[in-house]
């Protein structure tokens, strides 16, 4: 694991009959791991916003030193959970209390101790400085490690798995997110919505994208969505007469756009001089999304933050993961097809006029859909799709009334998708499914049909232009949430070509039974075609340099950095 510098992984963990994971609306269990569908995504994404809430990020000076660091920390409060991670050599904890009050009578008492020529800018990330030097403390009793392993490992491991189908399971079970990894993702939003929160009080930070989604693959960078308000919660009825009174605003901002810049250039200035472990902060405005972009270093995470007016990012990811929850297969199935295209290039890391992994998990699940195991979307029917342009048709959710928009509506409904059952008369295996996928592409015509996750009567791209939506695109993937709308406009027509061709090539190797899924990612490997290469978009500029090269570990860790000494004093002064 030194290799990776990821991810060795132990679990302290300490139930008491109040804080045991219950199947109560607070249980972080899955709906698919216990079996039965418990928990909306907006109720998931919430209790994990809080679980992180309660949670600190501790880098340990010196190594075995966590139970004394649990031993102090217990003397502020419980503790939930305790989660041991290394990460570029450095090892961490993270510390979940049961209680918010406990984190912050911690911070109370640790920015106490702060530099005092610095301004004692309080977070989340600490450092432990252990004293202890006698025999390492026996203490907390229970532990449980939780190692990911890398791609090499895994790879080697499945070649001593003969079926298909187990191969694809075991694939998905050891290169999805593991909990760690989703608390910390989880964990880095909270930090940026409290960096920005004392500026702009009713900041939200959403993850949203693979970090939350079911397909994302450990140490897959963490999309976050920034907004000054929780548009989740939109469901006040509003006195209309009250629309009378409005905020004044700024004049300068001409529209949104210029305003989300204004905003998130705060945060890049936030995160960058004052917020410890976040460091190459890039912020990236001319993008069609504007972003800030950072490293997080405890976590090793790379963090991308945008605002946008509409929000369908966050909506999408509650698409695909109402999906994906409606049966074990999807999951499995799409992290088995991605690692296929990245192998054959298919998808490369950086953007460009290849496929994306979002976009090759829709041509997944439409699939899916072709063969009945996932239900079409019918929460749209034709008439609105064809009624509606594709930019009004998602909006910000609120009508000028103050009541909730139509879209916001379907939105929310997007959670009943869970509730259809499962196909039971297709259960065809994971094996099944992989080569059934590959058949179904080496034979679809891109030229003259759409990938549309809708119920839709005509699926010909000439019904679409004759109802004047779009021009003739290459490839077209309906984007489910604004319908008409294209979301694969980057795509180059000799890539749906390419893609036909690899799945020919995919099912032949398929139909032979001596081979296997690493035969297939061996055999499918191919480089990317040098003319593509040539069309790769410019990789995006930062208007904010990093200036901050190399600083010196001790240095950035100072900021909110335990003495054990003085902390116990402290503490026992308070009381
Ligand atoms: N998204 C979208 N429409 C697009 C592109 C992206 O709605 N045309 C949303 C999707 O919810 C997607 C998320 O933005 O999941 C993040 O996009 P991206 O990072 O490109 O994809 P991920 O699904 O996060 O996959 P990866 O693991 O490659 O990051
Ligand atoms: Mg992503």
């Known amino acids: 694991f030194m290799l990776t510098g990821w991810y060795y992984a132990f679990v302290i963990q300490r139930y008491s009959s109040s ?14 791991k216990s079996g039965v569908v418990t928990q909306t995504f907006d109720a998931m994404i919430d209790f994990r916003r809080q679980q992180a809430r309660r949670t600190l990020l501790i880098h340990l000076g010196r190594s075995h030193s966590e139970s004394e660091l649990y031993k102090l920390c217990s003397r502020i409060g419980s503790i939930t959970n305790m989660t041991l991670y290394t990460t570029n050599k450095r090892e961490c904890a993270l510390l979940e209390f049961s209680n918010e009050q406990s984190v912050k009578n911690l911070l109370k008492i640790t920015s106490h101790f702060t530099n005092e020529n610095r301004l004692p800018c309080v977070s989340r990330n600490l450092y432990f400085a252990s004293q202890y030097t006698g025999a390492r403390l026996k203490y907390p009793p229970v532990g449980r490690e939780v190692q990911q392993p890398d791609d090499l490992l895994v790879d080697k491991a499945l070649n001593d798995i003969h079926n298909v189908s187990d191969q694809i399971r075991y694939f998905w079970q050891k290169t999805k997110l593991t909990e760690v990894d989703t608390r910390l993702r989880y964990f880095v939003a909270s930090l ?22 079911t397909f994302g693959k450990s140490r897959c960078d963490l999309d976050m969505l920034l907004s000054f308000e929780d548009f989740r919660n939109k469901n006040i009825k509003f006195d209309g007469k009250m629309q009378q009174l409005r905020f004044l605003t700024k004049r300068s901002y001409l529209n ?32 069609r999304v504007p972003i800030v972009r950072f490293q997080h270093r405890l976590s090793d995470l790379q963090c991308d933050v945008s ?33 296929w295209a990245r192998e054959a290039s298919i998808t490369q890391s950086a953007p460009g006029p290849w496929f994306s992994n979002f976009q090759m998990t829709l041509l997944v699940i439409f699939y899916l859909q072709s063969i009945e195991i996932l ?12 009624a509606t342009t594709a930019t009004s048709s998602f909006q910000d959710g609120i009508a000028a009334n103050g009541d909730l928009s139509d879209d916001v509506i379907l939105m929310n409904e997007l959670e009943n998708i869970r509730h259809i059952p499962a196909n039971k008369a297709n259960n065809s295996s994971l094996a099944i499914l992989l080569k059934g996928f590959f058949s179904f592409y080496e ?6 049909s759409i990938i549309t996750l809708l119920e839709r009567q005509n699926m010909s791209k000439s019904s679409l232009i004759q109802a004047g939506k779009d021009k003739e695109w290459p ?13 694969s406009k980057n795509l180059v027509e000799s890539e749906a070509e390419r893609f036909r061709q690899t799945c020919t090539k995919a099912s032949q190797i398929l139909s032979q039974s001596s081979k296997n899924l690493i035969s297939l990612f061996e055999e499918c490997r191919q480089a990317i075609p040098d ?9 995006p500029i930062s208007i904010m340099p990093d200036l901050e090269t190399d600083i010196d570990q001790e240095e950035l860790t100072t900021i909110g950095h335990i003495q054990q000494e003085q902390i116990e004093r402290a503490f026992d002064h308070s009381h």
């Open 19 to 32: 804080n045991r994971p219950s199947t109560s609306s607070n249980s972080i269990v899955s709906p698919r």
């Open 192 to 213: 940026v919505e409290e960096a920005l929160g004392s500026i702009f009080v009713d900041t939200v930070c959403l993850p949203f994208g693979s970090s939350v989604n």
């Open 256 to 287: 949104d756009r210029f305003q989300a810049q204004a905003y998130l250039k705060i945060l890049a200035d936030t995160l960058k001089h004052f917020m410890a472990e976040c460091t190459n902060v890039q912020i990236i405005l001319p993008a």
């Open 307 to 339: 605002m946008s007016e509409f929000k369908s990012s966050y909506y999408m990811s509650k698409l695909l993961w109402s999906l994906s929850s409606t049966d074990s297969r999807v999951a499995p199935i799409v992290f088995a097809i991605r690692r």
């Open 375 to 386: 239900p079409k979307l019918n929460y749209i029917n034709e008439q609105y799709t064809t």
């Open 443 to 448: 034979k679809f015509d891109f030229q003259s």
């Open 475 to 487: 490839i077209f993937v309906e984007n489910p949430l604004v319908p008409s709308m294209n979301a």
């Open 531 to 539: 003319d593509l290469i040539a069309r790769a978009y410019p990789a």
